[in-house]
């Protein structure tokens, strides 16, 4: 991990100002969520990519009842479902 040599203060609420030229670099916008992980003793920002929550892929992913799932388990699951003559 580079360090980027820039240095912010957090304010009253706890909030950090990324700088205009990182948000660039890394394509975050406005809005865009934001994932907050820790590692020891450092805190770690990434742009936030939803995961299946069956396998863990970011590919693909699409939201379903609140839930990320990626398009091939979704098909394991249409394969799953009970066919129309058992019912």
Known sequence: ??????VR???QLGR?????S????????EGD???ILVSGDHIILERFRPR????????QVSDFKERH???ACLGE???LRPSDAQA
């Open 1 to 6: 991990m580079k360090p980027a040599g820039v």
């Open 9 to 11: 203060k957090v304010d």
């Open 16 to 20: 950090i100002v990324l700088p205009k």
């Open 22 to 29: 990182l948000r660039k670099r890394y394509q975050m916008n």
């Open 33 to 35: 969520p934001v994932e």
């Open 52 to 59: 299946c929550v069956f396998c863990g892929s970011m590919e």
């Open 69 to 71: 799932i990626c398009s």
């Open 77 to 79: 699951m249409y394969h």
